[in-house]
């Protein structure tokens, strides 16, 4: 489920031009002359996002604040080498948190995410965002954030079930992404972005309140891979 999640969200993710190929940039010298001089990262449960950090030293730091590994997930039969934990995280328990590297360098953290919530419940699933958005509103710059029924009737209907089904049908839009400042130069250190979202696999179809967290080397990759590569503005 964790899986498909990731892959249905970065399918759906959409950029506005803030970087334009103009010129030869040499993206890793830029993002660590920005990281020298940032007094703060995108974090997640205490982790600073700074660039380079190591799947090892992230999974220790884990594991010492009690996320524990999920016994059924085999990391070697995973081509994305995904690591899968289970804990708690803002007072919510039964969070699951996916750890994936870079795409160059498997031992360099590339994405995080957490799944904090699985529900049939609307209710509860725009509870457990705003709660969720709160938290980060807090420590990062909202870039944007996009919270609407596509449908006027639905988004003032009292019914569970319509908006169960608003969802479901792509009809329905709940995302917040975030990053450490209002200063652009900054998007180069990561973002991360909450969604409600609505996916399905073979187990069945879900609906969840996840976060994702994008490191800064996965932007760098993402940059030398395709000059013209969109991002945030």
Not at 181 to 207: C, E, M, W
Request: charged share 30%; with cysteine.
């Amino acid at each position: 489920m964790i899986k498909k999640l990731l892959f249905i969200f970065l399918l759906q993710m959409s950029f506005a031009t803030c970087i334009c190929a103009q010129k030869v940039i040499d993206w890793r010298a830029t993002r660590d002359s920005i990281a020298k001089h940032a007094d703060k990262f995108l974090d997640v449960e205490g982790l600073k996002l700074k660039p380079g950090l190591t799947m090892k030293k992230t999974m220790e730091m884990f594991e010492a604040i009690g996320w524990k590994t999920d016994p059924f997930y085999e990391v070697e039969d995973d081509d994305s080498q995904m690591h899968i934990l289970k804990g708690e995280s803002l007072g919510i328990k039964n969070c699951e948190m996916f750890i994936t590297p870079t795409e160059k360098d498997k031992n360099i953290v590339g994405v995080i995410g957490i799944v904090y919530t699985e529900s049939n419940s609307f209710k509860k699933l725009k509870e457990t965002y705003d709660r969720v958005k709160e938290s980060l509103s807090e420590k990062y710059h909202v870039l944007s954030s996009k919270e609407y029924f596509k449908d006027k009737e639905t988004e003032n209907s009292t019914s569970n079930k319509e908006k169960l089904k608003a969802l479901a049908q792509d009809e329905a839009v709940f995302e917040t992404t975030f990053t450490i400042s209002d200063n652009v130069d900054y998007n180069v250190l990561g973002y991360a972005t909450l969604f409600i979202n609505h996916y399905g696999d073979k187990q069945g179809r879900f609906n969840s309140v996840s976060v994702i967290y994008f490191t800064s080397d996965n932007f760098i990759e993402n940059m030398e891979d395709d000059p013209d590569f969109m991002f945030l503005k």
